[in-house]
């Protein structure tokens, strides 16, 4: 199969972050080990998600980790011009969900992989694919625990998120949350016999609003934009009727952080000031969603030389969206950005990948595979 048929194949499974992916498991597994490679389903947590390990070339020798994520977001817009999860070819592009971000990558992977087999690989190649990154990288971690059961420590991960095939060298962390508050209803013509939760939650998020207005005074990281880490309030649900008092309403919240500052300290202000609000009555409820560090520019990383050398492009220093590299650094390996597409077009309708950006992407990943086999 060439990258074009293996990407149509992946689009057609819908796997959508939060539910089971053992279809595409099975199939990318089926696959791998009809290629000769040496494949671990893991198993989440969860019981009905698992991530992947591959592995071709000899188990005990130090080589690279090819990281990506099966899952993708939901395709439920209404400006989709044709099916999302059935992959559209219109001249140079390739549309539907999932092509960018990020199973393009994953599709040149696998396309490569007949060929790092039968490379005689001097050291190994490992194709590492996570579920459920789109909910806040919570599969990723069970796969990086068993790594030590399943690789000699690697040399470097290259984490395949879309950045134009130019290597990235860093980028922000983040963290999230749901804020729950549960107050009294009733008549709105006694608001003194109820406690209106929406209310209460005002409060809150002015005071959120303002500390995240507080951050842009540093610490700065010139590297990103905007050079400082930020809050924001992205989500607020509560009350049923304008004459009822709201007995319940929840706020999802993100900080996204500069190297150097942990995402979930950010939040903490904010999880002080909902808890303040028990002294009145209410009852709160503080919901840990997702969370994962920044990753860090590494002094003098060979990786980053080795990637220079197979794009020809030199590493860009930092973006501010989130991925699983800085898991990977915050697991003592050395991790870099570098994947076909653009992030512009991720999580939008008519999501597209170019077929050149997979041609050269396919050719990274097989003259990586050259270079163990020299």
């Known amino acids: ?148 059961s399943l690789c000699e420590r690697s040399l470097g991960a290259i984490v395949g998120e879309p950045s134009r095939m130019q290597p990235v060298r860093a980028h922000k962390g983040k963290a999230a949350a749901r804020l729950e508050v549960i107050g009294r209803s009733g008549h709105s013509s006694r608001p003194d016999l109820g406690l209106n939760a929406v209310h209460a939650m005002a409060g809150v998020i002015s005071h959120a609003v303002a500390y995240g207005q507080s951050l842009a005074g540093g610490p700065l990281d010139q590297n990103f934009e905007p050079p400082y880490s930020s809050l924001q309030v992205g989500v607020i649900a509560g009350g049923q009727a304008v004459n009822i008092i709201a007995g319940h309403c929840t706020a999802d919240i993100e900080a996204r952080a500069v190297p150097g500052v942990s995402p979930a ?9 909902l808890f303040d609000l028990r002294d009145g009555g209410f009852e709160v409820i503080w919901h840990e969603l997702s969370s994962y560090p920044a990753l860090a520019p590494a002094k003098g990383s060979k990786l980053a030389a080795v990637l220079t050398e197979l794009t020809g492009q030199e590493p860009l220093t930092a973006v501010s969206y989130g991925t699983e590299a800085g898991l990977y650094q915050q697991a003592g390996i050395d991790a870099i950005i570098c994947g076909p597409g653009e992030i512009s077009r991720a999580h939008r309708p008519n999501e597209y990948i170019e077929i050149s950006e997979l041609a050269a992407c396919q050719s990274m990943i097989e003259d990586l595979g050259a270079r163990l086999a020299a």
């Open 1 to 148: 199969m060439n990258v074009e048929e293996i990407l149509a194949t992946l689009i057609a499974f819908p796997s959508v972050m939060g539910t089971p992916n053992g279809a595409i498991v099975d199939w990318i597994r089926d696959y791998c080990q009809a290629a000769g490679a040496e494949v671990m389903v893991l198993p989440g947590p969860e019981g009905d998600r698992s991530n992947l390990f591959v592995t071709v070339g000899p188990r005990e020798g130090r080589g690279y980790i090819i990281s990506g994520h099966m899952d993708v977001v939901p395709a439920g817009e209404p400006e989709w011009s044709s099916d999302p999860f059935v992959l559209r070819r219109e001249g140079g592009r390739l549309y539907g969900r999932g092509t960018t971000d990020m199973k393009g990558f994953l599709a040149c992977a696998l396309a490569a992989l007949p060929g790092l087999a039968a490379m005689n690989l001097r050291q190994p190649v490992h194709l590492a694919f996570s579920y459920d990154e789109e909910a806040g990288c919570r599969g990723v971690p069970h796969l990086l625990a068993a790594l030590p």
């Open 265 to 273: 300290s950010l939040l903490e202000p904010v999880k002080a000031r």
